[in-house]
């Protein structure tokens, strides 16, 4: 069946540094991707998305590209902020269900 | 546009009594209503996906006369944990989507149940 692979954490970076997330996926069809982030104690939020190969998503600064290729969708940011510390969840929907990866824990020191 | 809007926050409640969790799409009219559980630091776990008007389609392991699914219109979703013991506390999340297909999910901000 349908999947996501992404890389484990924690991440633990400085501010201003460079950040990528992993993930890859296993899918039939053409499935949608997807970011979500979790705050600490709240519900997710959707953070970019992109629909088909060669999609770039992309939404305060960070920026994933839907590689058909590779079957990947993997999470950049070019400097990161103390305040986007939190869970960042990988994530297909290829009918109706949406399915995740395990999340990544990112933790931005100052 | 696309809140979701989930009640309670939080909710704390004696062994085998039951609780009920409320869902509901502020600004749009949710066909699919889908349940989530997520453990301590783990990712989120489906648990059920409801139609409005239609019974649930529970999960493979999820006992569907434990964690009882409502979808009573196009904007409200219920999910009724019945008789609950401390294994049950977690984090339940639902989510909601106007269309079919391949569109984003909208997530409500969770509801921390703990079984005393």
């Known amino acids: 069946g349908d999947s996501v692979t992404q890389m484990e954490g924690p991440v633990t970076l400085s501010e201003e540094a460079f950040l990528t997330i992993n993930c890859t996926y296993t899918a039939t069809g053409y499935p949608s991707l997807f970011w979500y982030v979790q705050y600490p104690g709240e519900g997710l939020q959707l953070l970019l998305k992109?629909?088909?190969?060669?999609d770039k998503g992309s939404n305060k600064g960070f920026e994933a590209t839907y590689r058909k290729e590779t079957t990947s969708f993997h999470l950049e940011k070019g400097s990161v902020q103390v305040s986007d510390s939190a869970v960042y969840f990988c994530a297909l929907r290829n009918t109706d269900k949406l399915i995740f990866g395990t999340g990544t824990r990112l933790q931005v020191f100052p | 546009g696309a809140v979701v809007s989930q009640h309670p926050s939080w909710v704390i409640c004696k062994s085998g009594t039951s609780v009920k969790i409320e869902c509901r799409s502020l600004?749009?009219?949710?066909?699919?209503m889908f349940w989530y559980r997520q453990f301590p630091k783990q990712s989120l776990m489906l648990m059920a996906t409801s139609n409005e008007g239609s019974k649930a389609t529970y999960e493979q392991g999820v006992e569907k006369d434990k964690f009882l699914i409502n979808h009573a219109s196009l904007t409200l979703s219920t999910l009724t944990v019945t008789s609950a013991h401390p294994e049950d506390s977690s984090f339940y999340i639902c989510?909601?989507?106007?269309?079919?297909?391949?569109?984003?999910?909208?997530f409500g901000n969770g509801t921390r149940l703990t079984v005393t």
């Open positions: 992109a629909t088909k190969a060669d």
């Open positions: 600004d749009f009219q949710a066909t699919t």
């Open positions: 989510s909601a989507s106007s269309t079919l297909g391949n569109s984003p999910l909208h």
